[in-house]
């Protein structure tokens, strides 16, 4: 039956070629076990709220384009936000995303008052808990939105003006009572503003200082309601500040280690962010899992002609490849992580059912990503290159650097007599355009034999 979306729920049909005439997946296969694992579990996908239900698809020069079911239908901000929520989890059930995620402001209207507010956003919570109890879709994360408001325009929690920290305090309370009543596994902050657009006039220190003592505070807090989500920082280079207190991943975890939270949190990732940041999403990822905080992903990708934000959905194969094999080699995204949407379709894809093509578009991307991901892990290609790179270092002189006994002056004493045609004797070329088009054929291969 199709319901609100005139769609009927999105199955795997397997690989075809062009523009499909019905919807269907090409390469998730939510049971398929993959390095023994379930798809799905390996995936955990999730919907975006503010993205697939809320963008009317506007940009800096153009009005929204977006054509949804819901449209025209709602005179009153709260009838239109109550409605929403059927139609998303009808969304959800029809594309088989288990998880979605949020901001307080994407899902109900402000009120005059924090008091209104939130009395309008627990009624719609009421009827997101409904929801989630009869179809089983489950909270990936939820986040407070302390930034869209005019009251955030110099920040949040590092704001100049102490009225505007304690808002974002009382605000941010009270979406952590709604994650721990939703069940939700992450609490994400992501500091839209939390950053400079000019030093001059900015205590850089004294507002990061702020920043952290509100971390603990939320912290704290839920601990002391009980709530056990694991708490994600978001990384984003700029946008929409000159500079970014969460520049990077690697920005973040020396910002945590300096305030005493790194046992706190993790990190929540996003591909176009790692662009703006000059990264790719690969490397982020790495840096992440090398300090131990890899904690969830956003699913996006930006154009690389473009310097800003775009927020499109993943189809670059390399990426998601690059992506699951990170994943795979850890074990896991994150201890409650998944692959979130933070994604919109593009202005001229406007149909509502665009927004089901663009989801499956971007799912069967990551699925086909972990299946090449996985070939390669089973052949063991990357994990024997870098083994041969740096075997040197399991022997000899090379073990005594990795054991911690070597000493200046026993480097001296090996190295003082020895050729310079030896020293470059030692060493062996990368051949990195090999193992790039190496990396091509696996995913040439693995896909053709799916």
Known sequence: MAGLWDIDKIEYVGRTKGLQEGLGFQYYDADKVVAGKKMKDWLRFGVAWWHTFDAPLTDPFGDGTAQRPWDGKYSDPMDNALAKVDYAFEFFTKLGAEYFCFHDRDIAPEGDTLRETNANLDRVVDKIEENMQSTGVKLLWNTSSLFTNPRFVAGASTSPFADVYAYAAAQLKHSLEIGKRLGAE???????????????????????????????????????????????????????????????????????????????????????????????????????????????????????????????????LYETTSVMWEVLDEGQIGPHGGLNFDAKPRRTSFSAEDLFRAHIAGMDSFAAGLLVADKMHQDKYIEDLVANRYGSYDSGIGKSIDDGTATLESLNDYAIDMPQSEIIASTHPDHLEDVKATINNYIIDALANA
């Open 186 to 316: 992450n609490y994400v902050f992501w500091g839209g503003r939390e950053g400079y657009e000019n030093l001059w006039v900015t205590d850089m220190k004294r507002e990061q200082e702020h920043m952290a003592k509100f971390f603990h505070m939320c912290a704290d807090y839920a601990k002391q309601i009980g709530m056990d989500a694991q708490f994600l920082i978001e990384p984003k280079a700029k946008e929409p500040t000159t500079h970014q207190y969460d520049f990077d991943a690697a920005t973040a975890c020396n910002f945590l280690r300096a305030y005493d939270l790194i046992d706190v949190f993790k990190l929540n990732l996003e591909g176009n962010h790692a662009n703006l940041a000059g990264h790719t999403y690969q490397h982020e990822i790495r840096v992440a899992r090398d300090n131990g905080v890899l904690g969830s992903l956003d699913a996006n990708q930006g154009d690389m002609l473009l310097g800003w934000d775009l927020d499109e959905f993943p189809t670059n």
